[in-house]
């Protein structure tokens, strides 16, 4: 599967330039802007005419990084510009590339509709797909009953496993190198970092899969009777497997035991509290959702303990 097209492919005429009334120069003018439906407006409506589909009033979608927007039947992503000081481009290409892929199985994500680059005033890369009707898990995941969480869970365990599989190398990330690199991890005690270089070193032998990155309770969207469909593709990338748990615990699941028996099967709660741990030195924003989950650990020790606490009670 082979999805790299030069840019020069990718980008479409436009014939009407400075559609897009807004100057931007770094992270913060871009924070005012990227949810306003009145300034994205007058850009979106041409790309629909290029792409020939029915254009209706923008809606806001949840914030994330990117312009998102709900148009009728579809959602149009529109990616950050190179002018905010933030190279949205590997983004793009691993969300175009994981859409394929997962449509290719046949697994429950949203349809790829149309994607290009469209050069106004900045050069903004776009995705078309249609809207998925649907709550997200974390809105509606305290409400729920047991019996409703453990079909998610084995919902999602059934799309994990169908896309966890060896893969090209889509967008060159190092999930290894990039993890034990990151500024995220600095403030981390000694002897966690200490034990995150042995855990990874060892990582290297295991085989690379695709993996979400980022499964999040706001990137499942619940469609009813336990079916799910994923979204935001980002931060998809090939990785130890294990990579996916620390999302699908912390946040998704949030240590739920209905969740997770739904996903994990029998496992004991000494496994999971290992397999939490790793997972969590394995990936490059572990230290920052523990941090906020279940606050500062002192060592390996007091992050083992904490996880087995919130997965015990």
Known sequence: MILATTLEEEVKDISQRDLFQFDIHDWETWGRVFRSTDLFTPLVKRIFAIEGLDFTELENCKPGTN????????????????????????????ELYALH???????????????????DRYLFRYLIMDYVAGETLGDIKSSLAPEHKVRIGESLRRIVHCWATPCEDFNG???????????????????????????????????????HGDLTEDNLIVTGGGAITVVDFADSLRAPAIYEDMTIICDAFSFDSHFLRGYYGNRSTEELADLCFKATLCHE?????????????????????RIMERLSG
């Open 67 to 94: 312009g998102v927007f709900r148009v009728g039947d579809y959602i149009a992503k529109v990616f950050v510009p190179l002018e905010s000081g933030y190279d949205s481009e590997p983004d793009y290409r691993s």
């Open 285 to 305: 924003y572990g230290y920052n959702v523990i941090r906020s989950v279940l606050g500062v650990p002192s060592d390996c020790a007091d992050l083992k303990r």
């Open 173 to 211: 990330v190092d999930a290894i190198a990039r993890t034990l690199a990151s500024k995220r991890w600095i403030d981390a005690s000694v002897s966690l970092r200490a034990e995150q270089q042995v855990l990874l070193s060892a990582m290297r032998l295991q085989p690379q899969v695709y993996v």
């Open 101 to 119: 892929r997962a449509n290719s199985l046949g697994v429950s994500v949203p349809r790829l509709v149309a994607n290009g680059a469209v050069q």
